[in-house]
């Protein structure tokens, strides 16, 4: 029985996690050398499994050629096999693997794999978000915290959550340990789209932090900010950004 568009991206983020971990439980390849090699065994594997499973849709990856065969496509498949590579190197749990199903240039499906905590989240099967945080928590690059952040942070009275990847930051507000994303230092399509179709379809705000909506499959694959959080704080926070941006 063929699979599903989610169970597809369900079960190629989790196999390309344990892939992941296997390279780096062997103890053969080490430092930076480790984060290389994890993103192209991992992506080889995301990408002939997609191009067997989904031979007509587009394909976007971060660790592959851009082509522009993928801009007359309606589906399009948008991939990074290691999200967060530094954390992944340093065998922290805060990386992901991120698999989005891109339809007409909106974030439809995806998964997200934590494969440190041993965890997929996935569009079809939305879970009950935890109560919010007292007081809220604002999730924040643990290297660069983006100083819209900080100040949105500290006029809430929000606390700071320091994490690694987009990713794990993104489902980090799905998962309770957060309650507001805000990201400002610039991504790519690959950094958000799985994130922010599980984020979605956990009834989550997303999109870019003016409050427009994020729009993917474009020539252009940068990003420049994303904002997910709960939306009964949709007031208070987009009213403070567009306070700092005034």
């Known amino acids: ?14 196999h390309a996690g344990r892939i992941l971990l296997a390279v780096r439980d062997s103890g053969l390849i080490t430092a930076k050398a480790l984060g290389k090699a994890g993103d192209q065994t991992a992506n080889q594997f995301l990408i002939h499994a997609l191009k067997e499973q989904r031979p ?5 990856s971060e660790e592959s ?37 891109a ?9 997200v794999a934590l ?15 935890p109560a919010a945080g007292t007081p809220l928590r604002m999730v924040v690059s ?12 500290e006029k809430l009275g929000a606390t700071l959550v320091p994490m690694g ?17 805000l990201h400002s230092g610039g991504q790519y399509e690959w950094d958000s789209c799985a994130p922010a179709a599980v984020a979605l379809s956990h ?20 990003m420049p900010d994303l904002l997910i959080f709960r939306k009964e704080h949709a007031r208070p926070v987009l009213d403070l950004i567009m306070e700092l941006a005034a």
């Open 203 to 222: 009834g989550l705000h997303v999109s870019r932090i003016d409050g427009s909506p994020l729009v993917y499959n474009c020539q252009d694959v940068y």
């Open 165 to 181: 990847s987009a990713g794990a930051k993104a489902m980090a507000v799905i998962r309770g340990e957060a309650d507001i994303y």
């Open 103 to 111: 339809i007409d240039g909106k974030p439809e499906i995806g998964a």
């Open 65 to 101: 050629k851009d082509t522009p065969e993928r801009l007359d496509k309606s589906r399009v498949w948008i991939i990074d096999p290691v999200d967060g590579t530094r954390e992944y190197g340093e065998e922290r749990t805060d990386w992901a693997v991120h698999v989005a199903l």
């Open 115 to 129: 494969p440190g905590l041993n965890e997929v989240l996935r569009t079809d099967q939305p879970r009950s978000l």
């Open 142 to 153: 643990r290297t660069r915290p983006a100083a819209e952040a900080v100040s949105v942070a």
């Open 1 to 14: 029985m063929a699979l599903s568009d989610a169970e597809l991206a369900a079960q190629l983020a989790d």
């Open 56 to 60: 007509d849709d587009g394909l976007l």
